[in-house]
Protein backbone atom coordinates (compact mmCIF):
# COMPACT_ATOMS: atom_id res chain seq x y z
CA UNK A 1 0.00 0.00 0.00
CA UNK A 2 1.31 3.14 -0.77
CA UNK A 3 2.02 5.95 1.51
CA UNK A 4 -1.16 7.30 3.29
CA UNK A 5 -0.39 10.93 3.16
CA UNK A 6 0.21 10.93 -0.31
CA UNK A 7 -2.89 8.56 -1.01
CA UNK A 8 -4.99 11.74 1.13
CA UNK A 9 -3.87 13.84 -1.08
CA UNK A 10 -4.61 12.43 -4.40
CA UNK A 11 -7.74 10.74 -3.19
CA UNK A 12 -9.62 11.19 -0.40
CA UNK A 13 -12.55 8.63 -0.94
CA UNK A 14 -9.94 5.74 -1.47
CA UNK A 15 -7.86 6.89 1.06
CA UNK A 16 -11.04 7.06 3.51
CA UNK A 17 -11.80 3.33 2.43
CA UNK A 18 -8.53 2.01 3.46
CA UNK A 19 -8.53 3.81 6.54
CA UNK A 20 -11.82 2.21 7.63
CA UNK A 21 -10.44 -0.89 6.73
CA UNK A 22 -7.39 -0.72 8.67
CA UNK A 23 -9.70 0.18 11.50
CA UNK A 24 -11.74 -2.95 10.89
CA UNK A 25 -8.76 -4.87 10.91
CA UNK A 26 -7.24 -3.53 14.42
CA UNK A 27 -3.84 -2.39 12.18
CA UNK A 28 -4.04 1.01 14.19
CA UNK A 29 -0.17 1.57 13.59
CA UNK A 30 -0.74 1.73 10.07
CA UNK A 31 -3.57 4.52 10.37
CA UNK A 32 -3.22 8.09 9.13
CA UNK A 33 -3.90 9.21 12.60
CA UNK A 34 -3.47 13.10 11.91
CA UNK A 35 -5.47 13.10 8.51
CA UNK A 36 -8.13 10.97 10.46
CA UNK A 37 -8.78 13.25 13.17
CA UNK A 38 -8.76 16.25 10.62
CA UNK A 39 -11.75 14.22 8.99
CA UNK A 40 -13.52 13.35 12.34
CA UNK A 41 -13.24 17.47 13.31
CA UNK A 42 -14.36 18.20 9.17
CA UNK A 43 -17.95 16.23 10.43
CA UNK A 44 -18.46 18.23 13.52
CA UNK A 45 -17.41 21.56 11.65
CA UNK A 46 -20.01 20.59 8.88
CA UNK A 47 -22.67 19.93 11.12
CA UNK A 48 -22.25 23.63 12.57
CA UNK A 49 -21.71 25.04 8.96
CA UNK A 50 -25.10 23.31 7.98
CA UNK A 51 -26.81 24.70 11.31
CA UNK A 52 -25.53 28.35 10.55
CA UNK A 53 -26.71 28.09 7.22
CA UNK A 54 -30.25 27.04 7.93
CA UNK A 55 -29.96 29.78 10.88
CA UNK A 56 -29.00 32.19 7.93
CA UNK A 57 -31.81 31.44 5.61
CA UNK A 58 -34.44 31.40 8.51
CA UNK A 59 -33.71 34.63 9.61
CA UNK A 60 -33.42 36.41 6.21
CA UNK A 61 -36.99 34.93 5.81
CA UNK A 62 -38.02 36.61 9.19
CA UNK A 63 -36.37 39.77 8.31
CA UNK A 64 -38.43 39.97 4.85
CA UNK A 65 -41.52 38.97 6.93
CA UNK A 66 -40.68 42.06 9.20
CA UNK A 67 -39.67 44.67 6.36
CA UNK A 68 -42.07 43.61 3.97
CA UNK A 69 -45.13 42.86 5.27
CA UNK A 70 -46.91 43.73 2.13
CA UNK A 71 -45.60 40.62 0.45
CA UNK A 72 -46.13 38.49 3.04
CA UNK A 73 -47.44 35.20 1.52
CA UNK A 74 -48.06 31.10 1.91
CA UNK A 75 -44.47 30.62 0.39
CA UNK A 76 -42.82 32.91 3.23
CA UNK A 77 -44.85 31.15 5.68
CA UNK A 78 -44.42 27.73 4.17
CA UNK A 79 -39.88 28.68 4.35
CA UNK A 80 -39.99 29.91 7.72
CA UNK A 81 -41.65 26.48 9.13
CA UNK A 82 -39.46 24.46 6.78
CA UNK A 83 -36.34 25.85 8.29
CA UNK A 84 -37.74 25.84 11.72
CA UNK A 85 -38.13 22.29 11.06
CA UNK A 86 -35.10 21.62 9.54
CA UNK A 87 -33.19 23.47 12.67
CA UNK A 88 -34.81 21.52 15.26
CA UNK A 89 -34.58 18.25 13.68
CA UNK A 90 -30.52 18.95 13.02
CA UNK A 91 -30.47 19.99 16.88
CA UNK A 92 -32.86 16.90 17.98
CA UNK A 93 -29.83 14.82 16.05
CA UNK A 94 -27.13 16.49 17.19
CA UNK A 95 -27.38 18.44 20.43
CA UNK A 96 -23.65 19.56 21.54
CA UNK A 97 -25.26 22.21 18.36
CA UNK A 98 -27.20 23.63 21.15
CA UNK A 99 -23.94 25.19 22.33
CA UNK A 100 -23.55 27.26 18.83
CA UNK A 101 -26.72 29.42 19.67
CA UNK A 102 -25.81 30.58 22.78
CA UNK A 103 -22.42 31.82 21.21
CA UNK A 104 -22.55 35.44 20.30
CA UNK A 105 -20.04 35.33 17.84
CA UNK A 106 -21.80 32.60 16.03
CA UNK A 107 -25.11 34.38 16.27
CA UNK A 108 -23.27 37.50 15.44
CA UNK A 109 -22.53 35.39 12.15
CA UNK A 110 -26.10 33.84 11.46
CA UNK A 111 -27.53 38.04 11.83
CA UNK A 112 -24.72 39.39 9.35
CA UNK A 113 -25.32 36.69 6.86
CA UNK A 114 -28.95 37.18 7.24
CA UNK A 115 -28.97 40.71 6.56
CA UNK A 116 -26.82 40.58 3.51
CA UNK A 117 -28.72 38.03 1.76
CA UNK A 118 -31.74 40.00 3.21
CA UNK A 119 -30.31 43.39 1.33
CA UNK A 120 -29.36 41.48 -1.74
CA UNK A 121 -33.25 40.29 -1.83
CA UNK A 122 -35.02 43.17 -1.39
CA UNK A 123 -32.58 45.72 -2.17
CA UNK A 124 -32.55 47.81 1.17
CA UNK A 125 -29.28 48.97 1.82
CA UNK A 126 -27.45 46.55 4.40
CA UNK A 127 -27.01 49.69 7.23
CA UNK A 128 -30.32 50.20 6.74
CA UNK A 129 -31.12 47.08 8.49
CA UNK A 130 -30.77 45.98 11.70
CA UNK A 131 -27.42 45.64 13.52
CA UNK A 132 -28.66 42.84 16.04
CA UNK A 133 -31.02 40.76 15.63
CA UNK A 134 -34.45 42.16 17.03
CA UNK A 135 -35.51 38.43 18.29
CA UNK A 136 -34.45 35.98 20.97
CA UNK A 137 -33.55 32.61 19.96
CA UNK A 138 -36.56 31.30 21.75
CA UNK A 139 -38.73 33.39 19.59
CA UNK A 140 -36.74 32.50 16.13
CA UNK A 141 -37.21 29.02 17.24
CA UNK A 142 -40.75 29.39 18.13
CA UNK A 143 -43.23 27.85 15.25
CA UNK A 144 -45.91 30.34 16.65
CA UNK A 145 -43.52 33.27 16.44
CA UNK A 146 -44.36 35.57 13.64
CA UNK A 147 -42.42 38.88 13.46
CA UNK A 148 -44.37 42.15 14.03
CA UNK A 149 -43.74 44.58 11.08
CA UNK A 150 -40.39 46.29 11.28
CA UNK A 151 -40.98 50.01 10.15
CA UNK A 152 -39.43 50.03 6.69
CA UNK A 153 -35.75 51.22 6.89
Not at 25 to 39: K, L, P, T
Not at 49 to 60: D, I, K, N, S, W
Not at 131 to 143: F, H, L, M, N, T
Request: proline share 5%; with cysteine; net charge negative.
Amino acid sequence: MQDTSARYEDDVVAWAEDQARLLRAGRFDAVDIEHVAEEIEDVGKSEQRELAHRMAVLLTHLLKWAIQPERRGSSWEAAIRDQRQRIERRLSRTPSLKRSLADPDWWADAWGDARLETSRETGVGFDRLPGACPWSISQVRDPNFWPASIAKP
